[in-house]
């Protein structure tokens, strides 16, 4: 393949295209779902990690969904101009924001992610039960960079 003679990095490459090609098919079947409720995949990965996990700084927010701390402070925000979520410092440490989610943000995300879960299950409809299963462990390890280098 292109001058790579390492099965095992040739090996790599053919994963790592068919992962990308997954991911972004998966992604092109739920993002116009949320786009008609007028988020992106940031925004609701916002939303839904501070559904899930409680107040968190845009820091750790970046780092749950992956994005540049100024990608972030704009993704706050516009959630914060919708009256989705609301910016606290913290009392034991003023260089610390919060981002909480308001009762309308906490209403409208927990309205939507039922709907969302069940199109992330239609996208994704080609693997079986078992298969999803499966793939869990092996993303865990990537997501985390679990490859030593």
Known sequence: MFG???P???AAVRAFVKLMRAGRTVLSRIEPALARQGLTATQFG???A?????PLTQRELGAKVLTSAGNMTAVVDKLARR???ARAPNP?????????LTPEGRAFIEALFPAHAAEIARAMAALTPAELEA???PLRRLGKGGASS
């Open 4 to 6: 790579v003679t390492d």
């Open 50 to 54: 501070l559904l899930h996990k409680g």
């Open 92 to 100: 034991a440490d003023r260089r610390e924001v919060h981002v909480t």
């Open 135 to 137: 793939l869990g462990e």
């Open 83 to 85: 009256g989705f979520v």
């Open 46 to 48: 916002v939303l839904e």
């Open 8 to 10: 095992g990095v040739e």
